[in-house]
């Protein structure tokens, strides 16, 4: 069963900066795209940011100039860099996972095009 584990969390003031990582085991041979998604309380997850294996990246407008996703390939690892954090950019971030198909770096990947795993989040609270 794929793991995905999400780090880098916590609580910072208003103009701080945190470093969020994710990675996915079992993934090391795999295209994919992978997404940070946010939630706050009572209110609907939302979009973050996208990176995929071809380095095409997207992010929200509310973040762009802000935030930066990049990956270190060699460590399987993807980075959601957060600067100039606001108070409105606390909530619970999760990192998700897509399998797009293919197969990479001259393995073979097990997932069919469309599956996705989760992490379970971790919780990043800015104070003004």
């Known amino acids: 069963q794929v793991q995905v584990t999400e780090s880098g969390g916590g609580s910072v003031q208003s103009g701080g900066s945190l470093r969020l990582s994710c990675t996915a085991s079992?993934?090391?041979?795999?295209?994919?795209?992978l997404t940070w998604f946010r939630q706050s309380p009572g209110k609907e997850r939302e979009f973050v940011s996208q990176i995929d294996t071809d380095a095409n990246t997207n992010s929200a407008e509310s973040v762009k100039g802000r935030f930066t996703i990049f990956q270190d390939s060699a460590k399987n690892m993807t980075y959601l860099q957060m600067n100039s954090l606001k108070p409105e950019d606390t909530a619970m971030y999760y990192c998700?996972?897509?399998?797009?198909?293919?197969?990479?770096?001259?393995?073979?990947?097990?997932?069919?095009?469309?599956?996705?795993?989760w992490g379970k989040g971790v919780l990043v609270t800015v104070s003004s």
């Open positions: 079992d993934f090391y041979y795999c295209s994919y795209d």
């Open positions: 998700k996972i897509r399998s797009r198909g293919g197969n990479w770096r001259g393995g073979y990947c097990p997932w069919y095009y469309g599956m996705e795993y």
